[in-house]
Every structure is written in C-alpha cells, then in structure tokens.
C-alpha cells in the first residue's frame, strides 16, 4: 500500500529535531558562553527554531496532500520473530515494521504539533533567554525541548500501537529532564521523579495491553492490521475489552486523569515553556491520542461488547472534570490553576471520546461520528487555547520577576533577601494587570473565554458537542447520567475558575509594589500570544468549514460553502430541532456564561487604579466585575473556611495517601526484604561456611604430633577394617 | 613482599602451559586447509600476549613497576584490539564468506585438534548464532574496559589481566568440547580472582574468596554432571573418542546423540537421569548467571571490585551461565525442559521480583546496580520459560543488550567512587553541576537498564513479555511490577546524585571540601562508546537479533522438533 509522493520525506519530520538534540546539545557544550553563541543563535534556540520550522513546513505540505486521504510508508523492518507450535512443531516467523500512517487524526494532531511547537519554541527564545537564571545552560534546554518535539511528531505519524508507545516514552523521559530542568531544586527534582513514575505505572498497563494486543492479533500491532474490520471480528471481544482497558490506563497516567493524575500540577516545577508545550498542549494529549485511535476496534467489535469500557471511560473522564475543577477553585498558584484546568478539559475530551466509542459500539454511526468529532475538535480547541494561557502566564510570571528585580534594586534595604520571600507565580501578589500588560491580558481573555465555553469563541463549539453527546447516551443508557451530569456542573466550575484566575490577575487594584511596576517589553514573547489568540477566535471559520464532522468521519461530503456551513454550525447549536437538546445548550451556556462568571466577579472582580484604561474588549468585564462586586457584597469566608476547602487545598488528599503509601509500604518492605536479603539468604551462605570451618577445625585437631595417638589411630583404623573384612565375610 | 608476584608467575606458567599445549595440537584432517580464525586469533592470542606481559612486570620492582605501566597497557589495548577486528571483519564477512545460516550442531569456522587422545577429549572450536554475539560481545568490551579504567593503578599487571580475562571468556563461548568448556569456564575465574583481590576495596579478601569459593563449588557440581553423562553416553569408535575409555567428551557428537535418541517418544538416557543430570548442569548455571537465592556473591564481588573487573563481570561473566544453560542442558535434555519449565519461570519471576525489590533497599549505588543485574538475569530465564523461539531470542538479546548496558552501569559506579571517594546513595547531591559529564552518562546509563525504548534493553524486555503472556497469562503482572520499582530505584538514586543540592550544590564529605572534578578523559571516551552502541542496538536490534532469530528456530527445528515432546 506503499506510495510515492511527499509521504516519503514524512519520516523527516520526527528525523530532524531528533538529529538537532545531540547538534545542540554539542555545540552547547563547545561554545558556551561565547558571545555569537549567546547574543546570535540564543544558545540555541535559532538552531532549534530552524528546525522546528523546517518541521512545520513539511508538516504543513503532508497535511495539504492527505487531507482527505490516508497515506502510508514503510521504513525498514524493525524486528522478526518466531513462533512454535508446540502441537505440530511448525515454526511461523512474524515480521515486524516500522512506517508512517496518515488519516485525519494525524493530520490534525500534526498540525497541532508542529504548530505549537514552533510557536512554543518563538516564545522559548523571549522567555527562557532573558532569565539570568538560565545562562549558560539553555543549549541543554533546546536540546531536550526539541527531542521532545520529535517524540511527539513521531507518535503521531507512526503506523502501529508499539512504535506510538515508543514515542510515548521518549516524551515521557523529555518531561521527566524538562520538568527536572532547575535540578537544583529539590522541588523540581521530586516533581520530575513523580511524574516519570506515576506515568510509568500506566506505561506499564499499556505495555501489558500492547501484549495482549499482540497476542489477539497475531503478531501484528500496526493500524493497517488492526483497524481490518475482518480482523476485528475475528477476536474474542472480551480479551479485546480488557486488553484495550489495559492500554486506556495508560492514556489516565499520561493524560493525568483521576486516579493517576497527581503529577500534573507538580510538573508545573519545570519553565514556563515546558508547561506550556508538555503539560497543557501536546504530550497530555497523547492520551487523548491513544484512546481517538481505539475508535475502530468499538465499530468493528460485536455490537454492545466493549460498551463496558467506553462508559469507563467516560466515567473517569466526567470525575476527573469535577475533581480538578474544585481544585482550582483555590488554588493562587497562576501556573496551578492552569494545571488543574488541563486535567478538567482533558477529561471533557475523554468523557466525549467514550460517548463517542460507546455510540461506535451499539451501532449509531451518525452520533458517533459527530461526539468524536466534537472531542477531536475540542482537543485542537483546547490545545490552541492551553497553549496560549500558559504562555500568557509565563508572560505575566516573566514581567513580574522583572519588575520585582526593578524594586528590588530601587530599595536596597531588601536587596538580600528578595528572592526569598516574593512569589511571582502566585496571583495574591497581582492585580490590576490589564492595563499593564494588554497584549498578555487579551490572550489570556480570549483563552479563559475558549476554555469557559462562551458562545462563538474558540472551545464553544466543541464543548457544546461533547455535552450534548454525553446526554444523548445518558438517554439510552442510564449509568452515562454520571458522566453527563458531571461534565454539565463541570462546565459551570470551569466559569467560575477560569474567571477568577483572570480577574484576580488582571482586574482590580494591584495588590503588590511590585505589580504596579510591570510592563510588557520582552521581545519575542508577544508573536505566539497574537497568533494564537487570532487562531482561537478563529475557530468559528473551522467550525463553519465543518472540521468537527470532518474530524469525525473522514468523507464527511456536508461541506458546501463557509457561509453555509458557519449558518447550519449556528443553527445546530442555538436552534436545535430536538427541543431537549435545545434546553440542554441553554442551561450549558446559562451556567459556564452566567453563573460561574458572575460567582468569580462578585469575589475577586475589581476595577482598575485610577488612570489605569484597559483595551476596550476588556474594559466592560473589568467594569462589570465592579459593579457585581460592589453590589453583591458577597462574603464567602464560611466557605474558604470549611473543611472542604482545606482538602481542596491538600488537593483532596491523594498526593498524601499516594506518597504515604509508596513510602510506607513499597520502601517499607524493600528495606525489609534488603535486610532478609543479607541476614537470611546470605547468612544461610555464611553458616555453611562456617559450619564447614567449625569442623575442619575439629578434624584438624586431631593432627596432634604425638606419636602415640597416632599408633592409637592406626590401631583403631585396622581394627575396623578387620571387622568390616570379618562381616563381609 | 613478594607472594603476590609469585602467584601471579603461577598463573602465568599455567596458561602458557595451556597455551603451549594448544600450539603442538595436531589437526585431525590433513585436507582441511583452511585457516583457523579463533583458536589462536580469538582466544590464544589474548591469553599468551596478557601471560608474557604479567610474566615480564611481576619480576620487575614496584618503582619500574610505575615505568612500564604505560607501554603495558598500550600495548595491552593493542592487542585487544586485535580480536574486536577480527571478530567484526568475520560478521561481515570482510576476511572470508562465513554461513551464518546454520542449521541445529553446525557451527561455523569448526576447526578440532585431538587433545587427550586417551580419554577422548580434543581442542573443538566453532561459533553459531548463540555465541559468536557473545564473542563480539566479548572483544569489543575488553578494549573499551581498558580504556575506560585507563588510569587504574598497577596498570602493568591490571591490564593484561583484563586481556586473559577476555580470550578465557572467549574460550568458553567457542569451546565445542566439554572439556574444553570446563577448562575455560574455570580459567576466568583466576584473573577475576586476583582483579578483586589485588584491586578491590576495603573487604576485597572476603569477597574475592566468596566469589571464587562459591562459583567454584556449583562448578563442581555441574562437573559431576558433565563426567556423568561423559559415561553414561554410548561407545563409539573414531577419531573423536578416547582409545582407552571409548567414549567422547565432544559436543557435536553428544548432540547428535542426544538428537539421534530423543526422535519420537524416547527419552535420551532416560527420563529420571534427564531430570537428574539437566539440574546438576542447571545448578552450576543458575549460581553464575546468578539466580536468586543463589545470588549473593555478587553483590559483595561487584562492591569490592575494580570498576574494570566489575564490567567484564557483570558484561560477560554472568551471560555465561545463561550460554551455558542454552548451550548445554536444554540442548541435550528437552524433556527435561519441559518437566522444569515452570521451575525455571518461577527462579526467573522470583529472580526478577526479588532483584528488583531489593534494589529499592539498598544505600549503596554500586550494590544496587548489582542487584538490578540480578533482577535482569531473571529475564532471561522467562524468556527461557516462554518455551517459544521469540522467547529464546529475546533471552539472548538481553544477554547481548545487558552485556552493553551493565558495563555502563559499572562504568557510572567506578567513576563516581574514583571521584567523590564514596558510594553511598545521598551522599552527593546536585552532581550535575560539577560533574556535567558523568550526570548525563549516569543518566542515560539508568534510562537505558530501565528499558527506555530506542535503547537496547528495551527490545529484550518487550519480545519476553509478548512470549511470556500465551504461556502464563496474568502473571505478567509481575514482571510489569518490576518495571515500574525499577523506574522507581533508578529514579530515586538519580534523584538524589545528580539532582537537588541547592544553588550552590554540596560536595559530599569525603571530599573534604575540595572542589569535585569531572570524569577524565579516558572515561568519557569509554562511556561514549557504551553509549553511541546502546542507541544502536536500540534502533536498530535487527543487526544482533536477525542471527540470534535465526539460531532459535535452528534450535526449536533441531532439538524441540526431534524430540516429538
């Protein structure tokens, strides 16, 4: 199924910044400190800039080619393996490959990635080079930063489930180096440590999963393989249920959802960069990924017999909704309530994808096709928007750093121990931001809003979808009300958080000296923040171009013309003919708009310093969250000061539970097993030994150099051999 | 004062007694002309060159000593380096064509010489796909265990020990003779014996003696078993059986036999004595290999061994039980196999299990890259377990992979004690920032033994599990376990060397306040090398694993076939 075509030049687009790692890594090595290396090519970033661009490029030409056609390429082979029969003794050889598949999954997922991490790596270049704390050590950032991006072109494109999980664990270990990047802090060094091993835990069930995938299908894991409806129905459907649940636990541990999801807001310990491109746009998705291409095995499968799983997994999608959203309502890290926002929406993205399987299951094409295309859809909208928000955050946690020097150096009473009380991530030192950093505070207005789900911008579309799918199996199967009630409250908390952290940061009067003095000026930071902000406020032409059904179903022929579609995007959403799905939009909009919006200005709303003008586009919610605030008077000590939110504030106890039972039980009886190791299997060496010892001693005693015990012995030595002969005889 | 240097002129006049004998063998067909690349090339060459060299700097005094070290290990790499070429030019095929498609008993480049004529035994050499990656393995581990304890003191007699100790390893992979086998299998005992013993740490006294006692022991076990089934095998007559006993000790012969017998439903030498002999051989395997609860003398020799003898040890030396169990028992008893296959799973999970948890234990680095030895040689007896041709490959490709990575492992350990003069895990914090080099070295070294994929490891890891799942099902969960302790020990211990110690990172104690260096230069080189060939075989395994996939179904064709089990 080999074709020729810019398909063969696919392979460059992981090759290249794989290349790039050990060229930067080297020269880094080679010129550090040099002024050309340091002022020119930015430690780095250009070399890596370069070739995530060359990436994005060929990226690009892929994705126009296969558009609306699947691709695929074989590399070489990779390994063969033999089977016996133990019955006939027959022995088959099984050939396994490496190659590249293409179909609308990748194509957008591609897009993401090499955008992103083009983007990302423009913003890298502002944002990392100008920190004093980096000098001379950003080579080994780019390095990391584009294996990475390898890692992550690299899932995408590959042709089978082995090679994706190879891919998976290469991003997992450039997580691991990038998040333990400032190695010197202890914190960042137990953040790195946790997250390779809480995802490793999930690893270790999608290998598991892999196996047994292996085993159902004959030696074969690639897509062209697997996704063969013949093939599909050939397997025994409940070993295929359980072998893909194996795999689904390892896209919770990636993507960081309940029960394996406390690594996430730990990770936020590596830059700013890091968190953007890793932990919010590209690697958490691998997940999301993982589960998207499970789609065909729910189709091909007996009809009902993976539902099962598909309401699994809607189930942890919809927990991990509301789980992280209440964690976010009191978190004042800026950078954590971004962390705990990523597991929300991913799990929205998780809970369509089980609708969305569970409708491939029972035989409703039409709906599948339409919630797998909202999640997909969802997923572009949030990794556009995330990506943006982090980058935003960095923005602010960059100029506040700046301004903190600033004042710090103005006011040398304190200039020794600044560093050690001043928290420049957290959102209690902020306030009043907008008029001070506009382009930052629109990005982060235009991504709260995507995120929030308000009508017409970016994340509205698709959010709209995922609720409204997960509602519509709630109908026909009544355990997916959990799911769907969840995601339904959760689209409400995520008014109220995203709120809140906006208008904390920017709205109201500065609550610190340093906040006063912050001012947008580092160069590079503010390209990616306008791209993507145009880019988010453009979903509306992709939604209108159709691209949920497109990503849905890949010969979707509705498309006709833009106006049209945008026309029949706006009338499914806002005048849906089904009168219950109808309700169900308004009270969706009715909540994430109204309710927890107005909740987060009456708490933290606020206009601005006298003089101080915000941007138009924001001056209104800065207004209006004044006069919500002033009016309502709303006092929510009683809450803040419940036992509820404490456990919020310990992030409901499972980093407590997790660590103390690592601590506890695994290193507890490793140390126990240490001292049996030495003490009984050891000492059962050693008493042999001496035993051994004990006794030659005494046979050598009897060497006692007297002639007359020796004449004693020989007497008794013949004296038994005579009775010995005698009884013989 | 002198007794070190007379035991060494001991060891010295044997192997060139060894040698000697080996030189005069008469070949046993005058029409096979054609030249003899291991007997002298591979395995004579090193033995007699490193024999010369001790020979020559122990009668020297300690100040002269000092003097000739440099020439010596040069030389000494030289010469090592003259196998690695030929051992490589013969894989691809730059000196002659060589057949690596071989069936079951056929070897390449089989070459024998009568050797005791009374008692049948001869010099029989010759590689397959089981061991000639293992003599690769072999001669390209010694240069790079040269070079990177380049700087060892006492390098006049360090090195050439190191070079014995490469052709002795050599010797037992291409021996073809059980005789032959046994002599080589215990030759490498000596310069591992004196390695510890002359440049080992502070208990090195206990543990060379433990390490030599031990292994030596089981040895003698599965001598007992070798001379069994010597007997107990039918007379022939021939070139290769003894005039006097009538009976052979050559393998290819015994193979035969065994093959010959074990057609349909019979049962070579009986089932009982299948059972009896296959564990006598197993035993002496297992305790080098080494399996627990057979396990700890190795911890206690790596810990006080040189970093030189820690990675020809934990490189080679421990895959020749895992060679010898291939080689030997479950080539001549396959009912055996089968009636101690759960068994052998059951070592290999506890092994696996047991090693790992162990690990999570222990406060001494170097004592915990031994164990993880331990947890990994288990892998191979699942795979061995697997009962299946994927299995057995991917058995041999730990053997091969680990062989790279362990070095590394061992090569992290010494440069971090020859260093920061000190072992303990906790020790040193935030190493990145002094010693750049060795943290990224120490790291790579720790992703690739947890089987990170695209290095080498992780192929081995991934082709057992995909064996071991048909045959044992949910007990695979066990060996997922370990992967993620095993995450969990490398993590940790990085966790607390390489990382944390603050802005200004905190030298450890030892030190007493001076500033720690990074590694040489020899060392770099030596690691980089490890390293640049673990990515290799990571990315590309089919390089080693095409000959070794060809050898298992040869094997599964030639003996499990035969034997109608």
Redesign the interface.
Known sequence: MSESGIIDYAVLIPLLPMLAFPVILFLGKLFNGTPTWVKNVKEGGIIALTVMGASLILALLVIKEHMHHVGTANIFTWFESSWWNSETGAITTKVFGVGIHIDHLTVMLLFVAAFLCFLINVFSIGYMNTDPINDNRNHRFYAEFVLFCSGMLGMVLADSFLWLFIFWELMGLCSYLLIGFYYERPSASYAAKKAFLTTRVGDVFLVIGLVMLWNLFDGHLDYAYVFNQENIAAVNSGELQIALGMMFIGAVGKSAQFPLHVWLPDAMEGPTPVSALIHAATMVNAGLYLVARMFPFFSGAELGALSTLAIVIACIGGITAVMAALIAFVQMDLKKVLAYSTMSQLAYIFTGLGSALWFANNGYEELAAFAMGASLFHLFNHAMAKGMLFMASGSVIHEMHHAHHEVAHHDDDHHDDHDDHFDAQSMENMGGLASRMPITATAMFVGSMSIIGIPLIGGFWSKEGIIASAWQVALKEPIFLLPALLVLIGAGMTGFYMSRMWFMTFAGKPKTEVAEHVHEQTAWIPIPLVTLTFMTLGAIILAGMHAGHWLGDFDDGHYTNFFDGVGSEMEHVFLNHDPFLMVLTYVAIGLSLVLGPSFAMALYGGSLDKGQKAKPWMQWAINLSAKINKKSKFDNSEWANSSLAESLHKRLHFDDIYDAAVMKIVVGFANLSAIFDSKFIDGAIKAIESTSQNASRRVRALTTGSARDYIMMTALGTLVIFILLWGVA | MDIKNKEFMLIGGLLVVVAGLMAFFPSLSDSDTAVDWISIPLVGFPIIVSCILLAFASQESRARKKIIAVPIRLFTLCASLIPLAISTALFFDWLILVDWDLMYNEFALEKEYVWIESIGVSWHVGMDGLSFPMVWLTSFLVPVTIITTWNEKDGATYHPLLLMMGGALIGVFVSLDLFLFYVFWELTLIPMFFLILKWGGKDRRYAAQ?FF??TFCASVIMLLGLITLYFLQPEGSGSQYGSVTGRTFDMTVLFSNATAYNMGDNVFLGEDMQNILFAMLMLGFLVKLPA??F???LPDAHVQAPTGGSMLLAGVMLKMGAYGMLRLPIAIFPDAVVFYQDIIMAIGLISLV?GA??????TNLKRMVAYSSVSHMGVILLGIAS????GY?AALFMMFAHGIISPMLFAVCGAFKHHYHSMEIGSMR?M??WSPYLAVYM?FAW?ASLG???LAG??AE??V??A???EYGWW??LP??V???T??YY??S??RT??????E?QPPESLNGETPPDITLSENIGMIILAIFTVIFGIF??IA??MM?QW??AF??GV??SGG?
């Open positions: 433990k006692i031990y627990v609860p396990h700890t003398w047991w948890v162990v690990c999570l234990g222990q009962m299946q041709p994927i490959a935030g990145a920032k790291m992703m990170l994929p695209l992780f192929v991934l082709m599990l995909i071991y799942w048909p695979i969960l997922g376990f992967l993620a302790i995450a969990a993590l940790w990085m966790q390489i990382f944390e110690g603050g802005d990172g395994p089919f694993l095409g996939d298992t179904v599964f064709e499990f076939n089990i």
